[in-house]
């Protein structure tokens, strides 16, 4: 199977989860709705940063391709994300759990 | 601490540092012998000697089992320790939910910082955020493990190595959250018992059974992902083995202890939070 095809399934099994998610939060009422509808976004956002790594050409046969910015891209990707999680977990933390 | 205490501590230190050696000398060894020469690594032995089929059927029975609690707790379903099946009690509001996502960005950031670090292009890199899979499990339960889920998904992506396979990542990472937090009966990381308990579920347990589970889907979708089944057994499951172990039983014990106060304190550990 390509790995277009594999995309594509993995999208489409997120797209899925998010919309389960939101019929059950907001036609059922049901609490765990919003549990699948944030794990089907976080899902699909995976898949976005996917499609825009392969437009850009960051993606080797398998992992980074070392010669494109794509390893030097996803470290300061991941410090800003990791930075800004740690961030907003101390700022709940303190208030103890509250947004 | 004097008479018994200094004795269980004592003891605890020593079973820990055991674990600790024993991951530094596997480190050695695969320094020693070369990253691409994996068919001669001491932790790839027991893969090689028992064989595919062995691995196959023994990780198989795992991956039914580690599915299975997976949608059971995703619905709202868990195991007690009389095999009874019964409510969760993770309550799902806005905090836990906040918690599953702030666990999948920090979980997904801090592997994706170190993934431009490749250790063999192309397979696998430097993994240090590991350390905090199994801490999110003892310390968020339920959310925790299912934000590790996510993050490591998030990961793959960010790094080039998404495809079918993720979805074996993503349950296995869920797992070794899952594991100490579900088999730990001591979270705390401050008696003789959470330490050696922490060793034995959190650093060793759930580092071999996220490695069987991911390598038996990898090996079932063959055909699909495409990595041999030899370099499945003989290479990726006691290389996960081992990116996962050296950084949980050496960094995650440190973080546990600094942890694990102010999260209780903050009334955010699982179990003050159950419904």
């Known amino acids: 199977m390509s790995v277009a095809v594999q995309a594509a399934v993995l999208t489409v099994i997120g797209v899925i989860i998010h919309l389960v998610g939101v019929a059950l939060y907001f036609i059922a009422k ?70 | 601490m004097s008479g018994r205490p200094a004795g269980l501590w004592a003891l605890s230190i020593i079973i820990g540092l055991l674990f600790v050696a024993l991951f530094i000398y596997i480190a050695y060894d695969i320094v020693t012998k070369g990253l691409t020469n994996w068919s001669e690594w001491v932790i790839s032995a027991p893969f090689i000697k028992l064989g595919r089929t062995f691995w196959f059927v023994v990780a198989g029975i795992l991956w039914v089992i580690g599915t299975a609690l997976f949608f059971m707790e995703i619905a709202g379903y868990t195991v007690t320790r009389e095999f009874k099946i019964v409510r969760n009690r993770v309550k799902w509001d806005a905090v836990d939910v906040t918690i599953t996502a702030l666990a999948a960005a920090i979980y997904g950031g801090s592997l994706a910082a170190t993934g431009g670090l490749p250790v063999i292009p192309g397979f696998t890199w430097l993994r240090p ?61 401050r008696t003789p018992r959470s330490i050696v308990e922490y060793y034995i579920w959190g650093a060793v347990v759930s580092s071999i059974y996220c490695s069987l589970y991911i390598s038996w889907w990898l090996d079932a979708l063959e055909p699909v992902i495409g990595l041999p089944r030899a370099m499945v057994w003989g290479w990726f499951a006691p290389w996960v083995i081992f990116n996962n172990a050296i950084v949980t039983t050496t960094i995650t014990p440190i973080l546990g202890y600094i942890l694990y106060p102010p999260i209780k304190m903050r009334g955010l550990f699982w179990k003050d939070r159950l419904a």
């Not at chain 1, 070392?66 to 961030?87: D, K, M, Q, R």
């Open chain 2, 129 to 189: 955020g590991n350390s905090l899979a199994p801490l999110f499990g003892i310390l968020f339960g339920v959310p925790g493990a299912l934000g590790t889920a996510i993050g490591n998904f998030i990961a793959d992506a960010l790094t080039g190595y998404l495809s079918i396979g993720s979805i074996g990542g993503f349950v296995g990472n869920f797992l070794i959250a899952y594991i100490p937090y579900k088999l730990m009966t001591d979270h705390s990381f």
């Open chain 1, 30 to 99: 049901r609490r765990e709705g919003l549990l699948l509808t944030l794990l089907g976004g976080l899902w699909t956002l995976a898949m976005v940063i996917f499609y825009i790594y392969s437009t850009l050409g960051f993606y080797g046969a398998v992992g980074l391709r070392a010669e494109s910015p794509g390893p030097a891209v996803t470290t300061t990707l991941g410090f800003i994300i990791l930075i800004i999680g740690i961030i907003v977990a101390v700022r709940l933390a303190r208030r103890g759990g509250v947004m």
